[in-house]
């Protein structure tokens, strides 16, 4: 999709709110940005694809515009989610979530369009498996240091692991998450059809598990990304390692 595209979609967006609670303490930490070790959730009522997001982090409603069954999220300046393994806890990303039961299988699907540009180096759209601050995991369609644009998972626990996978040519990918209740995969396909494995592990998530979705620009002054055909089953995918479903 052109930026011209971008342009005309934005133009026609209408603002969806939330309802704002409070959130953690925050202070500047390391390069500027926004650091703290958790962040409370806010509540809201964002509706797409026949999902429910009622909770919401960081402002993120200040973030997102719905056009039709598109949701735009412009990520604001040096945004990010990373405890690495340095200390260092950069916790600034906005994030909208929907609650699901982890004791049942689900799969939750989106098709990503981030609009990546020159200078957004770890520029990401992005799905995320949320208990809490301390343990998560993302999974990204991200800019990595070359400028190339690749499939990346963060999980974290305690502190934040960080593994870049294929790049991808096309301008969209299609991320997934899919779990039994006791497996929990992540997934990518450039078209919608054949389905790649990112990573496979123990579902270790608590019995209410939010997912999200999310815009991050760690190293830019912001970041627009575009989700299309955002879904959310109850059924795992029919094959762990392949990633697809049934129906597929």
């Not at 190293?219 to 879904?231: A, E």
Request: charged share 25%; glycine share 10%; aromatic share 10%.
């Amino acid at each position: 999709m052109k930026k011209s595209v971008f342009t005309a979609i934005i133009a026609s967006f209408a603002m969806i709110g939330c309802t704002q609670n409070g959130s953690g303490e925050k202070s500047d930490g390391f390069d500027g940005k926004v650091t703290t070790e958790t962040v409370e959730l806010t509540s809201c009522d964002i509706k797409i694809g026949g999902i429910s997001f009622t909770k919401s982090k960081n402002g993120a409603e200040n973030d997102i515009t719905l056009y039709g069954d598109t949701i735009r999220f412009a990520a604001g300046p040096q945004t990010d989610y990373f405890r690495s393994p340095d200390g260092t806890v950069v916790n600034s990303s906005a994030v909208i979530f929907t609650e699901v039961d982890n004791t049942k299988p689900f799969t939750f699907t989106a098709k990503v369009h981030p609009d990546f540009t020159e200078t957004g180096t770890y520029s990401a759209g992005v799905l995320y498996a949320y208990e809490n601050d301390m343990h998560c995991q993302k999974l990204c369609f991200e800019q990595d240091e070359y400028g190339d644009h690749r499939v990346v998972s963060v999980r974290t626990s305690g502190t934040s692991d960080d593994n870049n996978h294929q790049a991808i040519i096309g301008p969209h990918v299609y991320l997934r998450l899919s779990s039994d209740g006791i497996t929990f995969g992540s997934y990518f396909s450039e078209d919608g059809k054949i389905w790649r494995m990112a990573r496979l592990y123990k579902n270790d998530f608590p019995e209410k598990l939010l997912l999200g979705i999310s815009s991050q620009s760690p190293r830019d002054n912001g970041h627009t990304c575009l989700f299309t055909g955002v879904s959310l089953t109850d059924k795992a995918v029919a094959d762990f390692r392949k990633g697809n479903l049934a129906a597929e």
